[in-house]
């Protein structure tokens, strides 16, 4: 009788040994965490390249705007360039709170690469954002174009941490260097 208790005991334990009712919830909770990190680090890197690649298109359409004369003959100012400029970057909200744009003349290339002026972002100083140039200049005038966009990174707390800046923000700096056209020689009007 002995015999029969420990045979079923031991089948018992067997039986326990290959039940597998517990183990696919014990197998999600250890991989949950480590798969939640790279979806997130794997979106936020993805959004963190698509803001880079937005910036990079908002300066070079902007650039395009002053380098052909658009914005000197359209009579545009400061105010209204931003205006210009902000459409190109609503997605990331209102851009009164997230973006400068500057642009600025230079004499000559060297004086332009003698300029280590940091690039001012809507976190700086107001007087420094306040200060910001707006000089789109005139056939044949070196300029420089420097747009900074503030936006708040996806997660900043679950897998990568992109955020620069306190409070899971990023600057992201678009910069364009090129010399205007000569667009004042297009509108001279032929006598016939």
């Given at each position: 009788?002995?015999?029969?208790?420990?045979?079923?005991?031991i089948r018992?334990?067997?039986?326990?040994?290959?039940?597998?009712?517990?183990?696919?919830?014990?197998?999600?909770?250890l991989?949950v965490?480590?798969?939640?990190?790279?979806?997130?680090?794997?979106?936020?890197?993805?959004?963190?390249?698509?803001?880079?690649?937005?910036?990079?298109?908002a300066?070079?359409?902007?650039?395009?705007f002053?380098r052909?004369?658009?914005?000197?003959?359209?009579?545009f100012?400061?105010?209204?360039?931003?205006?210009k400029?902000c459409p190109?970057?609503s997605?990331?909200g209102?851009?009164?709170n997230?973006?400068?744009?500057?642009?600025?003349?230079?004499?000559?290339?060297?004086a332009?690469?003698?300029?280590t002026s940091?690039v001012?972002?809507?976190?700086?100083?107001?007087?420094k954002?306040?200060?910001?140039?707006?000089?789109?200049?005139?056939?044949?005038?070196?300029?420089?174009?420097?747009l900074?966009?503030?936006?708040?990174?996806?997660?900043?707390t679950?897998g990568v941490?992109?955020?620069?800046?306190?409070?899971?923000?990023?600057?992201?700096y678009?910069?364009?260097?090129?010399?205007n056209?000569?667009?004042?020689?297009?509108?001279?009007?032929?006598?016939?």
């Amino acid at each position: 009788m002995l015999f029969h208790y420990a045979k079923r005991a031991i089948r018992g334990a067997a039986a326990a040994l290959k039940d597998k009712a517990g183990a696919t919830a014990v197998e999600f909770s250890l991989v949950v965490m480590p798969f939640l990190m790279i979806m997130m680090s794997t979106f936020e890197v993805g959004w963190f390249y698509f803001a880079n690649s937005q910036v990079d298109s908002a300066v070079t359409e902007a650039s395009r705007f002053v380098r052909t004369g658009q914005a000197q003959q359209g009579g545009f100012d400061k105010e209204k360039f931003f205006d210009k400029v902000c459409p190109y970057l609503s997605a990331f909200g209102d851009c009164k709170n997230r973006l400068t744009v500057e642009v600025d003349t230079f004499a000559s290339f060297a004086a332009l690469a003698a300029d280590t002026s940091p690039v001012i972002c809507t976190n700086d100083e107001t007087s420094k954002i306040d200060a910001l140039a707006y000089n789109p200049g005139s056939d044949n005038s070196i300029v420089r174009i420097r747009l900074c966009l503030l936006y708040n990174t996806i997660n900043p707390t679950i897998g990568v941490n992109v955020s620069n800046v306190a409070g899971g923000k990023r600057r992201i700096y678009g910069s364009y260097v090129f010399r205007n056209e000569p667009y004042s020689k297009n509108n001279r009007t032929t006598s016939s």
